[in-house]
């Protein structure tokens, strides 16, 4: 049983360029979460997706958009880096209409380096 | 807003003692709150989580955490440190269901030999 996967594993980009980061969540999820993790901090929570609409956003610029496809599987968009967005970027799935769909299972994440 | 506060950036235990991490929470509304572990260069683990029901709550690799609800703390302990434990440790809250997790900025757990 696949759990979350991200790609890529690692991204390097110059400020101004637009970046898309992909996930697929653990087979059986249909509840996609995406949150930063800056550098010696915690994960700040970015949106969720859910039936292929946006549920919930965080406190993040129109900058940060994202994408739900039929399979579940989910994009995050960055445009126009900063070099503040460099980070780990975590998905985590969830599994709607579940006794714990409160359990959250994460990915290894995506490191972004805006230079 | 939820909140969690987690007392102690760095905690250093020697192998086989006590390992005791803080977490205070605040809250409106009961809350679902969770501690992750995260090794280097890897994602979020779930250690445990707490959700109305049994307040002290077991996890996996022998840690254990309980939610007092009149101190609004939610402290994560291991009776005997191991080295395989020394890692990241993130508190979070939610309102439960679907809503977002808000995790506190992290402790991070040296074992020393």
């Known amino acids: 049983d696949a759990g979350v996967t991200q790609s890529p594993t690692h991204l390097i980009k110059t400020r101004g360029q637009q970046v898309t980061l992909r996930c697929s969540p653990k087979?059986?999820?249909?509840?996609v979460s995406w949150y930063q993790q800056a550098l010696g901090q915690g994960p700040q929570f970015i949106f969720q997706?859910?039936?292929?609409?946006?549920?919930q956003r965080g406190n993040f610029p129109d900058r940060f958009s994202g994408h739900q496809f039929p399979n579940y599987s989910s994009e995050l968009n960055v445009n126009a880096l900063l070099l503040g967005d460099s980070a780990l970027y975590l998905c985590?799935?969830?599994?709607?209409?579940?006794?714990?769909?409160?359990?959250?299972?994460f990915g290894p994440g995506t490191r972004l380096t805006v230079l | 807003a939820q909140s969690v506060t987690q007392l102690g950036s760095h905690v250093s235990v020697s192998e086989g003692a006590l390992v005791l991490l803080r977490c205070n929470y605040s809250?409106?509304?009961?809350?679902?709150l969770f501690w992750y572990v995260q090794y280097p260069n890897q994602g979020l683990q779930l250690l445990l989580k707490?959700?109305?029901?049994?307040?002290l709550v077991k996890g996996i690799n022998g840690f254990e955490a309980e939610f007092k609800k009149s101190e609004t703390s939610f402290h994560l302990t291991k009776p005997s440190a191991h080295m395989s434990d020394a890692a990241e440790y993130f508190c979070a809250v939610s309102k439960g269901g679907y809503q977002k997790v808000t995790f506190g900025t992290g402790t991070k757990l040296q074992v020393i030999p």
């Open positions: 087979s059986g999820h249909d509840t």
């Open positions: 997706y859910y039936e292929e609409e946006e549920r």
């Open positions: 707490y959700t109305s029901a049994a307040t």
């Open positions: 809250s409106s509304v009961p809350p679902y």
């Open positions: 985590a799935s969830s599994r709607a209409r579940a006794v714990n769909t409160d359990t959250q299972y």
